[in-house]
Structure formats: structure tokens, C-alpha cells
T-cell receptor, first 112, second 117 residues
């Protein structure tokens, strides 16, 4: 049972445009969501997070939006840069349970 | 953010031998450490969760006797792949959470590429 879903295995975006990565979840107990970026043969790097009490969190070029009623979150990257090409993972956790539940990842390709 | 160091970054070993991977939290006390495995083009798969001073909790389908996890101190956890076989070849990643650090965020090591020949 996939509790966190990233339905797009890959996404190609022109440099300078907006990249939108989507994530859906099924467990209503999730109250904290995180996005990680991963380059090949490296560990994931934390990007941005959002608590369920918010619907938006912004950090520089990265903004995460949370729609609790739809159980959906998205990561917006604007403007997209070549260095943003990587695999992006959505993860969620519930309460004091520190275990992260991961999505399958979306490979983002930024075209010059 | 906090730093988690994983060593070695890559290792090649012969089939039947054992390999130990270390995961260290350099500037915080890691009360909980997680070990993941990633197959090509797949998501991170949680193998086990370890709390300092107690036995690791393994996910379903992960062989405890094959993947030995030790979390003996607040700064070090080790994963030993025993009697390695070619199908154990994979990318192994550790992550750590600590006291007063990062909230729910987990900090990741650089990962270890294991190749069993």
C-alpha cells in the first residue's frame, strides 16, 4: 500500500521556467511533509518541509504547497536551473513517529 | 544543517565476504538512525531503524542475520552485510535524527555503493 505517491516518474522543463513536482498521500495522520533532492550515487539532500498547519512554505526558489483536503502537495521551483536536474523525493511522517514514508521519486530534467 | 558522514563511499568485495558500512553523526547526537537501500530507478527502501543502545527494528522482508545493524553510541551506527552475494549489490544510505536538531528532518549520509563480484 503506497501511502505516498509521486505519479510522474520524470519531468522535463525548460531552463528558466517553473518546475512543478506533485505528491499525493493517503494517510490522514501525516502531519509533516518534506522534499529531498538526490543526485546519482549521493545521499538525499533536504530541500524544504511543511507542517500540516500551513498551506505554503517558501525558501528562495523553492515553494511547497499543501492541500490537506485533497491530500496533495507540490513543490514549485522557479526559475528552474540546470543544477536542479535530479531526482526529487516527497516524504511524510506522522506525529512523533520519526519514520519517513517515501514516494517513488520524480526525475527532473532541466533542458537548456 | 547537521552532518552525517558515511564510510566508505564505495566498496567492491568478493562473494561470500562481509562488508561493514559506518554512519557517523559529526556534530549532533543521533538518537535514531535509519538504513536505506536504493535499487536503480526505485525509491529509497527502509531496511531498519535503530535507536541508540537497543536492537534494530527491521522492516518486513529484510534478513536480520544478513544485514547486521549496530547502534552502539549516539554518534555511530554500522551496517554489516554478511556473506555478501551479487544480489546485495546496491546503494546503501543511512540517515540520522538527533536531539534538538532539525525537528522531523532526517540528515543523510553520502551513501555507499556496494558491488559484490
Amino acid at each position: 500500500d503506497q501511502q505516498v505517491k509521486q505519479n510522474s516518474p520524470s519531468l522535463s522543463v525548460q531552463e528558466g521556467r517553473i518546475s512543478i513536482l506533485n505528491c499525493d498521500y493517503t494517510n490522514s495522520m501525516f502531519d509533516y511533509f518534506l522534499w529531498y533532492k538526490k543526485y546519482p550515487a549521493e545521499g538525499p539532500t533536504f530541500l524544504i518541509s511543511i507542517s500540516s498547519i500551513k498551506d505554503k512554505n517558501e525558501d528562495g526558489r523553492f515553494t511547497v504547497f499543501l492541500n490537506k483536503s485533497a491530500k496533495h502537495l507540490s513543490l514549485h521551483i522557479v526559475p528552474s536551473q540546470p543544477g536542479d536536474s535530479a531526482v526529487y523525493f516527497c516524504a511524510a511522517s506522522a506525529g512523533s513517529n520519526y519514520q519517513l514514508i517515501w514516494g517513488a521519486g520524480t526525475k527532473l530534467i532541466i533542458k537548456p | 544543517g547537521a552532518v552525517v558522514s558515511q564510510h566508505p563511499s564505495w566498496v567492491i568485495c568478493k562473494s561470500g565476504t562481509s562488508v561493514k558500512i559506518e554512519c557517523r553523526s559529526l556534530d549532533f547526537q543521533a538518537t535514531t538512525m535509519f538504513w536505506y537501500r536504493q535499487f536503480p530507478k526505485q525509491s529509497l527502501m527502509l531496511m531498519a531503524t535503530s535507536n541508540e543502545g537497543s536492537k534494530a527494528t527491521y522492516e518486513q522482508g529484510v534478513e536480520k542475520d544478513k544485514f547486521l545493524i549496530n547502534h552502539a553510541s549516539l554518534t555511530l551506527s554500522t551496517l554489516t552485510v554478511t556473506s555478501a552475494h551479487p544480489e546485495d549489490s546496491s546503494f546503501y544510505i543511512c540517515s540520522a535524527r538527533g536531539r534538538g536538531v532539525g525537528g522531523t528532518e532526517a540528515f543523510f549520509g553520502q551513501g555507499t555503493r556496494l558491488t559484490v563480484v
